[in-house]
Structures are given as C-alpha cells and as structure tokens.
T-cell receptor, first 119, second 111 residues
Framework: DAGVIQSPRHEVTEMGQEVTLRCKPI?????LFWYRQTMMRGLELLIY????????DSGMPEDRFSAKMPNASFSTLKIQPSEPRDSAVYFC?????????????????FGPGTRLTVL | QQQVKQSPQSLIVQKGGISIINCAYE??????FPWYQQFPGKGPALLIA?????SEKKEGRFTISFNKSAKQFSLHIMDSQPGDSATYFC??????????FGQGTILTVHP
C-alpha cells in the first residue's frame, strides 16, 4: 500500500496567487482530514470528510480556504488568494471505519505533507 | 479554546533514561487518547493509544498512564534511545475520529 499521497511536496508561490493542494487517501478509507502545522499553532484540524461529505469545517481559517472531495480517492484544499501567513505544512490524513462510537478508535494515517511558502 | 494542554514543550534525556510527557484535556466527550510520533520531514504516525476505561496501556518501551478523574494522561518512554528523538503529540478523539492535538513535545535523547 502506498499510503496517503500528497502533492506537491513543496510549493512556493507569491501572495495573491491561488494554491491547490492534493490528496489521495488510502484505498478503502472513508474519512479524510486536512491539517495545518505551524510552530506557533501546532497541528490544527481544518476540515474533515466522512464518505466524501464535509462533516466539520469549523477549523477553516477564513473564506479564502476551501476543500472538496469529489470522490473517495481524491481531495483538494484550495487557498485563494494566498497570503504569507498561510505558510505552513499541510497534512492530509485518512482513516478506515464507519461512523459511530467504535470508529473513533481507528488510527489516522498521515501523508508526508505539503510545505507551502507564500512570499 | 485549547482543549488539550501538553507539557513540556521540549525534553532532553540521556540514553537509557525515562522520558515523560504529560497531557491534560478539558472535553469530557473525548473517548480515545492517542499519542503520535513525528520525525522531521514526515507526517505524524500513531505510536500508542488508550481508551478511557483503561488506566494503563503498555507496548514495548512505551506506556500510557490515564487518570480519568483528573482528566490527565501521560506517555512514558522507558530506556530512551537516540532513535526516539522526535516530536510527540497527544490528542483527544471523538466520534468520526476527529482528533484535537496538544502542542507537541520535542524529545531529544543524547547518546
């Protein structure tokens, strides 16, 4: 199994440009999570999907951020327009299991991350 | 509102020593408490996890101690090795697998 795949691994862009981060979850997993990691704020959950449906987007910092999951094998996180304060490492994670109390014990598998630098 | 508080921020231990990282949580809805390990340039990976109906869980050199009444839990690494040098995150989990992470602890084990 290839694990969670993220692309690109590194992205350098200029302020105001649109940035799209991509994620391919592990096959068979039905939950997908987007996180942002910075030194100041640690690991923050931005949004998560269950069966391709967004469940909680309360962590999305503002309207410049949007995420989609058009099918079970692909998700995108878009920032438009990007700002220097968006510079961070963005992780995608997926998890097997279904909804309900027992599913909370299932491990989240993280991708290698995308390091975003906005100049 | 930070729901999981982790300490210390950094920890230096000699090889063979015991590393202890502590976490406290506020959300009583958490029903799953994992610890993740992250090496530089990599994504976090699950190390060990515990459910609130258990007070202790041990896997090899790694042990979680859980105190439900105090809403605290800790990670103990016995016989710490230089290869254990990494960032460790505790977390609280709820239904759908949503995790709230602590701020992380950078562990350095000197040879």
């Amino acid at each position: 199994d290839a694990g969670v795949i993220q692309s690109p691994r590194h992205e350098v862009t200029e302020m105001g440009q649109e940035v799209t981060l991509r994620c391919k979850p592990i096959s068979g997993h039905n939950s997908l999570f987007w996180y942002r990691q910075t030194m100041m704020r640690g690991l923050e959950l931005l949004i998560y999907f269950n069966n391709n449906v967004p469940i909680d987007d309360s962590g999305m910092p503002e309207d410049r951020f949007s995420a989609k999951m058009p099918n079970a094998s692909f998700s995108t996180l878009k920032i438009q327009p990007s700002e220097p304060r968006d510079s961070a490492v963005y992780f995608c994670a997926s998890r097997p299991g279904t909804s309900g109390i027992q599913s909370s014990y299932n491990e989240q598998f993280f991708g290698p991350g995308t390091r975003l630098t906005v100049l | 509102q930070q729901q999981v508080k982790q300490s210390p921020q950094s920890l230096i231990v000699q090889k063979g020593g015991i590393s202890i990282i502590n976490c406290a949580y506020e959300n009583t809805a958490f029903d799953y408490f994992p610890w993740y390990q992250q090496f530089p340039g990599k994504g976090p990976a699950l190390l060990i996890a515990i459910r609130p109906d258990v007070s202790e869980k041990k896997e090899g050199r790694f042990t979680i101690s859980f105190n439900k009444s105090a809403k605290q839990f800790s990670l103990h690494i016995m016989d710490s090795q230089p290869g254990d040098s990494a960032t460790y995150f505790c977390a609280g989990g709820t239904s759908y697998g949503k995790l709230t992470f602590g701020q992380g602890t950078i562990l350095t084990v000197h040879p």
